[in-house]
């Protein structure tokens, strides 16, 4: 009489088992790590606008201060967009014909807001206040990254809690002089004010419970 399982079925059985074991430990780890993944948190994907904007000329070239465009950074929550009046108060005079500044004209004549695509979405249960981190000593680009290197804005920083917290826990080595607080290019350099003294003259202490950025 034949045997109904060969010898190798034996093996076989082994290793389906261990598969079935391990599905959920592969799975559980696969989860985890696509959830550290640039992909997953919006990390190094340019968003498109409805106006071809290029930071690398406006930020770079010609060094324009990012609060002339985004005026509301140093006193409120958000850091505002720019308006159809902000960019014609350049574009009125300077490449008024351009065929890629249409969609400014389409707007302005509509009496319409540019709708901007917001880049760093953070989840609507976190509170985030630009105002009180610019005036407080933290660079653009220690979030931003440098936007003038940028042909379109994309999200270099995971933005994630454990990241805000490790700047709240040790918040000196991103604290920069006011004056220099847009400044994409600025290094610290031997005779400057360190971190830890900038964090004193400007009294910071940042808060790390709960309710700082969930209320």
């Not at 940028?150 to 604290?175: D, F, K, T, Y």
Request: glycine share 6%; with cysteine; proline share 8%.
């Amino acid at each position: 009489m034949a045997w109904i399982f060969t010898p190798r079925a034996n093996t076989v059985a082994r290793v389906v088992a261990a598969g079935l074991l391990a599905a959920p430990v592969v799975g559980a780890l696969g989860v985890w790590l696509y959830a550290r993944s640039p992909l997953a948190q919006n990390m190094r994907q340019p968003v498109g606008q409805p106006v071809q904007f290029d930071h690398r000329h406006h930020a770079g070239d010609e060094a324009i201060d990012c609060r002339y465009c985004h005026g509301t950074v140093e006193v409120s929550s958000s850091a505002g967009y720019p308006s159809v009046s902000t960019c014609l108060n350049c574009h009125a005079q300077i490449w008024n014909q351009s065929p890629l500044l249409e969609p400014v004209r389409q707007y302005y004549f509509a009496d319409q807001p540019i709708p901007w695509r917001r880049v760093h979405d953070l989840p609507d249960f976190t509170y985030f206040n630009h105002a009180i981190h610019v005036n407080k000593g933290i660079g653009c680009v220690s979030c931003h990254g440098r936007v003038d290197l940028m042909p379109s804005i994309e999200q270099v920083q995971p933005l994630s809690m454990g990241w805000c917290l490790e700047c709240h826990r040790n918040p000196a080595p991103h604290v920069r002089p006011l004056e220099v607080i847009t400044s994409m290019r600025w290094e610290r350099k031997a005779g400057d004010p360190t971190g830890e003294e900038l964090a004193r003259r400007y009294d910071v202490n940042p808060r790390t419970n709960c309710t700082t950025c969930h209320r």
